[in-house]
């Protein structure tokens, strides 16, 4: 099944086969290196242990996404990716998908899933992934495509968005439409995110 019979699917025939093949990608790699588990944390350990990446909140999010933009035109921005599964999710969509993660161990983890699924014949040319934190990695060209820029988000309450949260703000007013998933904003990932978090503000 190739990208673009992906994207021509309904929503369960579109995610179901690209979540099962990104779960046993991601097993694989976290495998390869006890070490990877670190960047998995409880958050992404959790799913995986169901057989599931993807989440009901993220689907949801691209279903309004599909509902409420051009996909032809628009092109979403998302902050704080992860494993990638939201912009990649956009992507298959048939959007333009720039995917911001400032942390190396999960960047590296989402270069493994793109790589796994383009052996499986699902190359996602619409996805790009950016080693680097928001807004500081956003380059001009990011923003000059033509359409209307949607920036996307779910529960990023990292360090790095805390101590610069004013610049994370300024930056969103060159997004014409902000989609943020407020019913999960700031709710606790993993333990040892939140201690991290927790020491960084004492």
């Known amino acids: 099944m190739g990208a673009a019979d992906v994207r021509a699917a309904p929503r369960q025939l ?16 976290l ?4 070490a990877r588990e670190l960047s998995a944390g409880e958050y992404y350990l959790a799913r995986l242990a169901r057989g599931n990446l993807l989440v009901e909140n993220e689907l949801a999010l691209v279903d309004y996404c599909r509902r ?3 996909a032809g035109e628009d092109y979403v921005v ?3 990716t992860g494993f990638g599964e939201l912009s990649l999710m956009l992507a298959l969509s048939g959007f333009e998908a720039t995917a ?17 699924l383009a052996r499986q014949g699902i190359d996602i040319d619409g996805m790009a992934l950016v080693f680097g934190a928001f807004p500081t990695a956003l380059g001009f060209g990011t923003l000059d495509r033509g ?17 610069h949260i004013d610049s994370v703000h300024r930056a969103l007013r060159l997004f014409d439409h902000l989609v943020v ?3 999960r904003f700031g709710v606790e990932r993993d333990e040892q ?3 991290e978090l927790a020491e960084a503000f004492e």
Not at 31 to 34: F, G, R
Not at 101 to 116: F, T, V
């Open 193 to 195: 995110a939140r201690a």
């Open 68 to 70: 409420n933009f051009d």
């Open 14 to 29: 579109d995610f179901r086969r690209i979540d099962q093949l990104g779960v046993a990608v991601l097993r694989d790699w």
């Open 31 to 34: 495998a390869a290196d006890p």
């Open 181 to 183: 998933d407020l019913a």
């Open 100 to 116: 911001f993660e400032s942390d190396a161990r999960r960047h590296a983890g989402a270069s493994a899933l793109l790589d796994g």
């Open 78 to 80: 998302e902050m704080g």
């Open 147 to 163: 359409g209307a820029a949607i920036f996307v988000s779910t529960n990023v309450t990292s360090s790095w968005v805390m101590d």
